[in-house]
């Protein structure tokens, strides 16, 4: 059997340049199989603010931002959108009532990142429609749950999440959520959902000597969970701890899957071996427009090699 070659992204976080550079990689890296593991969402609306003169202000990453016209408003956009921010033009008038409405700035932002999503989707289907790449998209703990029905409606992207698909050959299981994080994210599992919901789909697999478990939360106690402390909800400079599911990190004890992908915290890329199981998380710096990622070469139940990417 001839080796594969996979490509793994992850934690993209609506970063529009990290997309572009993800299905241009495909065929740079010459994969079979790519891969992107959630999160897609964004974080963060920022308000542009038309002044009705044909001038336009926002304030974005801590400065206050003036455009004279629609050339430089459209700069403007790029930029918000390749660092995975959603730009949201409206009013003055408007700005100040949604101080008020914290339902209708929850709305605006859940369209913004369905709207992005979809937009990915279709460009993913412009571009990749003559690859032969076997390609994933899903979604992470911070992606709404009605993320879903737009990714299964991909063309090109084929849905895998709570299911178990074939990848050449190899089984994969994919699960989104997460243990439960500070943030209150929409998909979050406390470790014994976090445990029923391995066991269910791990029952499907048939040969655990090629199955590969995707799973956007990594392992506990690795160095792929290492995370800053929080204190206040703040990061503690050079303090750092472990953030992952012991679920998860239970499940590949036990079972010794082929592979761990996984993602979630961003600092930590690393790789590591439990037992006979490779794991690896790519990192993520999505806000730098960097796109990280992994390149896996497989071989039957064998990792002949991993080059980590980055650009």
Known sequence: MRPIRIFFVTDLHGSELCFRKFISAISIYNADVAIALGDLAGKMVVPVIDNGNGSYDCNFLGQDEHMNNK??????????????????VTGKKEVDELRA??????????????DRVQHWVDLANEKLSSSKALIFMA???????????ILDKSRVMKPCAMRNVDVLGYEMITIAHTSPTPWDTPREWNEEQMKENIERLTSTIKNMERAIFNFHDPPYGTPLDYA??????????GEVEHVGSKSVFDSIKNLQP??????????????????RTFCVNPGSEYGEGIL???????????????VFTSG
């Open 71 to 88: 050339t430089e408003l459209d700069s403007q956009l790029v930029k918000i959108n390749n660092i995975g921010f959603y730009p949201y």
């Open 101 to 114: 409405k914290p339902d209708d700035v929850s709305r605006i932002f859940h369209k913004l990142i369905s």
């Open 139 to 149: 979604p992470g703990n911070d992606d709404p749950l009605e993320m879903d029905e």
């Open 228 to 237: 800053p402390k929080l204190r206040d909800m703040r990061p503690s400079a």
């Open 258 to 275: 082929f592979l761990g992908l996984h993602g979630h915290i961003h600092e930590s890329r690393a790789v590591h071996y439990i037992g």
């Open 292 to 306: 990280k990622g992994v390149i896996l070469t497989i071989a039957d139940t064998k990792m002949k090699s991993y």
